[in-house]
Every structure is written in structure tokens, then in C-alpha cells.
């Protein structure tokens, strides 16, 4: 990081996704069957059909705002913590301690996940996020980031099980595989490569309370998109 710059963690980024897209072309050339259009056109259709269906751009939109908005934290927050005086082993509990926030929810959370539906559930990621990120970007005290870090549980957590439980209850099961590829593609895809180049941006240009700010921005913005899903 120091020999080649921060900016380096965007180029990484992208060059991982040219990878990923390259390793899937050879993937489909390993088919020695030819396309079927029959299959193209059908699956044409699957994704302009999914594209029609009531509040599947809004839960997108919402999935990928919210989510995104964790750029800053996952590209920059232990360069952050460091920088200010914070121990490897200090930063490695809080890492875990989001990780583990998460499996606990996930674990425990089902009734939980059902009782507020996809709609409340991407309101509390939002909101969560925006408080989380305003303590991250403001201090870097110990004890006020472990009792906060533990939002991830609901910032990353709630809004994955939002997503999930708006896919299976409004996308027909033929389709839940389509609509799943469209998530990745737009909220660990494009989506989050713009969020982490805003991130990588602001962050070395201004410090970590705009580079925080702007997550805080998405993250509204999320809510905003979330407010239009049905209840």
C-alpha cells in the first residue's frame, strides 16, 4: 500500500473484476454445445419481465445504495484506525466483531426477518448505516467503535435478508435464479465499484469524515428507494 498508493486499491478492484468477467467467457467456451436461441430469447424475456415486476428497481436501487455505502468501511477503515493509533489486535476485534454481529442475526433472526418484512428491514439497514457511519467518520475511540461496529449486524445484515425475503416473495421461483444473477451484477458489481471509487476518491483527497459522509449520503438514499416497496 505505501510503495504504490491507496489509489492502488481501486485499480485491484477492477482489475479483479476483468478477471472474473475473463474467467467466465472461458467458462462458456468450454460448452461444446451451441447457444440455443431458443434459450436466449427465453431468457431475454425472463429479465424484461423481472424488469416490469412492481418494486423490483426500487429493492435493487435500495440493495445497492445500502450496501454500497459500506465502501468506505471495508476499503479504508483499518488504514484509518491505524493511522490513529489503534493495535492490529484492536482493529482485528473489530473486524470480528461485525462478522460475528452478522452470523448472529443470521442465525437467530429468522422470526425476526419475517415479522418486519422486506420493506422495515431495508429502513433499519438505512438508518443503522447512516448512524454507524456517522460515529466511524467522527471519532476513533475504542470503545465508542465496538459498541457501534455492531450495527453490521443490521447495516449489512438486515438489508441482505430484506433483499432475500422481497426476492422470494414477489419473483416466481422459475425466475428467483435471474433475478439473483441481476443483484450481484448491480449491488456486488457496478454498484459497489462506484461506491469504492467515491470512497477511494474522498478518503485520500479529504480524510475520513467526507470519505464517511458520502456513505452516509447512499445510505439516505437507500431509505429513500426503500420507501417505495410495498409493506
Known amino acids: 500500500m505505501h510503495a504504490w498508493g491507496i489509489g492502488v486499491v481501486w485499480w485491484t478492484i477492477v482489475l479483479g473484476f476483468c478477471a472474473t468477467a475473463l474467467a467466465g467467457l472461458a467458462l462458456r467456451g468450454a460448452d461444446h454445445d451451441p447457444p440455443d436461441d431458443t434459450l436466449r430469447g427465453r431468457a431475454a424475456t425472463s429479465i424484461r419481465s423481472l424488469l416490469a415486476l412492481p418494486g423490483l428497481v426500487s429493492m435493487l436501487v435500495a440493495n445497492g445504495l445500502i450496501q454500497g455505502s459500506h465502501a468506505t468501511y471495508y476499503s479504508f477503515s483499518s488504514v484509518h484506525w491505524r493511522a490513529f493509533g489503534l493495535s492490529e489486535r484492536e482493529i482485528g476485534l473489530l473486524w470480528a466483531e461485525g462478522v460475528f454481529a452478522e452470523i448472529l442475526l443470521f442465525w437467530f433472526g429468522r422470526r425476526f426477518a419475517e415479522r418486519l418484512g422486506a420493506r422495515r428491514l431495508f429502513l433499519l439497514g438505512a438508518v443503522t448505516s447512516v448512524l454507524r457511519w456517522a460515529v466511524l467518520g ?89 420507501l417505495r416497496l410495498k409493506r
Open 138 to 226: 467522527s471519532t476513533t475511540d475504542f470503545s465508542t467503535l465496538a459498541a457501534f461496529n455492531a450495527l453490521h449486524a443490521f447495516s449489512f445484515g438486515a438489508t441482505h435478508l430484506a433483499t432475500m425475503g422481497w426476492i422470494q416473495a414477489n419473483v416466481p421461483r422459475v425466475a428467483a435464479a435471474t433475478a439473483q444473477g441481476m443483484l450481484s451484477a448491480w449491488s456486488a458489481g457496478l454498484g459497489f465499484v462506484i461506491a469504492t471509487s467515491l470512497a477511494t476518491w474522498l478518503y485520500p483527497s479529504f480524510g475520513a469524515g467526507p470519505a464517511f459522509t458520502a456513505m452516509i449520503a447512499l445510505a439516505a438514499l437507500g431509505a429513500g428507494a426503500s
